[in-house]
């Protein structure tokens, strides 16, 4: 297991780039922990593909070092680095048994036949495969590859890092579930240094200790699910974390208050005056609907989507996402919203303000 | 407007891919096949189609019988998981192309394309080729070329499977609005059920070739006839407890038991299978007579505003999604406890014999 | 997947299967009437029973050139097959260099047999061709008139020549089939690069190579124009292939009778091998798998 560093990186695909627009990764320098597991979150084309390359020595970057504990492997290859990789579809040896499939990488890097035969045995137990061990690969289903190809990652104990590249796209929902809890009772189990990529907020974040999150070509935030969940740091963060995302509404700000088209919402600090583009985002999970106090808004539809409700209505021209409990009914007479003070951010040009603490 | 299916089943080399099936759907209706991958939700749309012949039964549109009729001959749109556009043709030009097939006017054409173009958001793309759009632009192009047609029949297999999350899910809004307009008779197929809830209309469990459940989107998801159609609709996986019942007593596996209540009470004494939502387990008690669990915890997941538990009780896995975060130990011993409101109880036979209540008051 | 039962659609085959009659049927079908008569010429014919038939399996001149024809196509498989894939593996994967060598490669294919004989009659002629007069400029003992090793070497090296080239772009194409992730995989498992060749490119191709061992054995099985180019079957008939056996027997000789049972024979045991070769090679594939 290894700590990694990325120290200064930026890549970019063109052979001379001139502005940062040209770069599909921008400057990072960040320090990730040994044996956590970490998960790089964004839409396709953020850069976190890239980024992964560059961690499993794919790709070299165009500038910056990246360091396995301490020890500069910018240029080292892929096999030296000893890292595995899960990738988006199931990669196994097809003319081989399953049980060939787990040794391989033992084998290659001549491990004793003893050891072999333990420790492939120990990881099909791992990976409930046992009884497939000596069934070749390719008449197996997509599932049953994935977890090889998950189980060829393991079977080495050494590696530095285990990534994995949106490794649950062609599986089944159902199967999902259960590769995921594998996957998270393998790292508390081994305690292995792991990086996924994902654009699936609910993979991302059920997977990983620490949420990376990725937008055009920069890391945005870097956080537990918790803390992206309630204290976005970008309001691209809000919007793309939570389903649906963070409702974003311009406000002006004066002192602990924010003022939206002459209503007032109360703010968990207070702020100095702000310049530039000022709004607050407030998650739907923390909004109200009620009948009594609160600022107008027009219901336009209502979503039952079986354990909670989605709200979707007017304020002031825009739209605000409102959940409700399962078991609430909307009526006809609700036509005000409330925010929970606690949970309500502010974002000056995109970015998060803190506040004077009180 | 309607499409009716009678007693229609398929058979190919003696492997049944779709049981008889009975299946009415109306127009302007969003109707969504929900089933896992394999569960015959392809080959009970291209039998609608007409792209497969039947092996039994007749299908109808607008009462006339049409069970032979080729495809070309109908109207039929569809739309795939997988993008497909013309590669040499404008975005305009795809969109157009149904239109220009069936010999409408310039200026009729022109008019649909921009409407449909506009609704898609794909209005500034109309000159570009579909291979230099983005995966969800693709996708709403081939939408688009779907609505403009104007066939009485659009069937949307699994069209946003290949997009990423966050797109789908704004599709996912979009996509009931415009079908709304539109007036043609909607067929979604998805493997996820909360896209069957988000879309809402109607939807058709289906498992294993056979449509367990039809009806209004959330009374299968509320009201499930058995527990197949509750296993398909449910996500994570429904948990589920074998029961018995003595008396006014309920037991369970573990010797533990719990006075019978609500819908259990007029049960026969026998063997039950009781069925619950993991949103529906809770780690701290507030409802009156909550039955507790003695479980172990195995995993936890969480996902920011809730933690996913997953729990070993007495051998069987169960999933719970609690509210909040929650630092719990891992292989500690956890209470969980579950209202009897939310309980579902189905016959050995796994067909539905008590409702959970709370989903009769909603 | 079943489609809409539609029975105008035989009529649409009709065109093909009345070309195919013309074409195929018909002569075989002459071919087999001259097989089992015998004739003066005079348009007078015999009944002769399987006597052609007889006579050929015991004539020893079939039996030497299909002995010579089995160790022709054996050879060629033998290096046009590892040759090929070993450019496909050295092709380049990706750039200006791809085109390139797809029509470099593409050339020989496109060159008709009967000039590809004349180019290597004249290329192997000691008095005026470059590499006969170059073998005989430093001392190689080379003549393909009168050394039947010469000669087999002459003809062997043509067909490589010739068809290698549809070997390696099969082999390309099924190596290009294989998507990037496995690659990376063996990097990361370090696997060797026999290993990688072993486990992943060659189950990979193994679907096109069977097509292309297919093709290329049933078309070196019946090679004619190229040796009957250069050597005339010669020296003496040690390169007289099956097929150039069988043109001298029927109009060299004029044996009809007899040439036309050999032809039938002939077929028979193209089809027969060609059969062995798919069954044992899909099982091949099958046990793999």
Known sequence: MAKITLDNLAHSYLPSPKGEDDFALKELNHDWADGEAYALLGASGCGKSTLLNIISGLLHPSQGRILFDDVDVTHASTADRNIAQVFQFPVVYDTMTVRDNLAFPLKNRGARPQYIADRVQQIAQMIGMEAELGKRARGLTADAKQKISLGRGMVREDVNALLFDEPLTVIDPHMKWELRTQLKSLHHEFGHTMIYVTHDQTEALTFADKVVVMYDGRVVQIGTPQELFERPEHTFVGYFIGSPGMNVIPAAIDGQMANIHGATVALPQAYDALDGKVEIGVRPEFVTLTEGEGLPVKVRRVEDVGRHKIVRADLFGSEINIVAGEDTSISPDMMRVTFDPAHVNVYVNDWRRAGKAA | MTLELRNVSKVIGGQTHIYPTDLTLNKGTMNVLLGPTLSGKTSLMRLMAGLDKPTTGQIFWQGQDVTGMRVQDRQVAMVYQQFINYPTMTVYDNIASPMRLLGKSRAEIDASVRKAADLMQLSPLLDRKPLELSGGQQQRCALARALVKDAGLVLLDEPLANLDYKLREELRVEIPKIFEEAGSIFVYATTEPEEALLLGGSTAALFEGRVTQFGPTPTVYRQPVDATTARVFSDPPMNFLRVSKTGSKIMFGDGQSAPAMGPMESLADGRYLAGFRPNHVEINAHANGAMAFETKLVVTELTGSETFVHLDHHGERWVGLVHGVHDLELGAALKVYLDPRHVYIFGEGGELVAPASYALAA | ?289
């Not at chain 3, 085109?99 to 008095?127: A, E, H, K, Y």
């Not at chain 3, 290698?164 to 063996?186: E, F, H, M, N, R």
Request: glycine letters at 6%; a negative charge; one cysteine or more.
């Open chain 3, 1 to 289: 997947m079943e489609k809409t039962v539609n029975q105008k659609a035989w009529f649409l085959v009709l065109p093909v299967l009345v070309l195919v009659a013309f074409s195929a049927v018909i002569p075989l079908m002459t071919v087999v009437n001259y097989s089992v008569q015998d004739t003066f010429g005079n348009n007078q014919f015999f009944w002769a029973g399987l006597e052609w038939f007889k006579e050929m399996l015991r004539d020893d001149r079939m039996w030497d050139a299909l002995g010579r024809q089995l160790m022709f196509s054996g050879i060629i498989l033998l290096i046009q097959i590892p040759l090929g894939v070993f450019i496909a593996l050295n092709m380049p994967k990706s750039g200006f260099w791809v085109s390139f060598c797809l029509v470099v490669m593409s050339l020989p294919l496109l060159i008709p047999w009967n000039v590809v004989g004349t180019i290597w009659q004249i290329f192997g002629r000691v008095d005026i061709g470059l590499l006969g007069h170059t073998l005989a400029a430093i001392g190689v003992d080379y003549n393909y008139t009168s050394d039947p090793f010469a000669a087999w070497v002459t003809i062997i090296v043509m067909d490589v020549w010739h068809w290698t080239s549809l070997v390696a772009l099969l082999a390309y194409a099924g190596l290009k089939s294989i998507p990037d992730a496995y690659y990376q995989a063996a990097k990361i498992d370090q696997a060797s690069r026999w290993a990688v060749f072993r486990y992943i490119e060659l189950p990979k191709m193994m679907g096109v190579l069977m097509i292309a061992i297919l093709l290329r054995f049933m078309d070196s099985f019946m090679i004619y124009t190229e040796p009957f180019v250069v050597t005339g079957g010669g020296p003496g008939s040690t390169t007289t292939m099956l097929s150039i056996d069988l043109v001298k027997m029927a109009l060299g000789q004029f044996d009809l009778g007899p040439a036309a049972a050999f032809s039938i024979m002939y077929f028979l045991t193209i089809l027969l091998i060609s059969w062995v070769f798919y069954t044992v090679m899909t099982n091949l594939e099958k046990r793999e798998g």
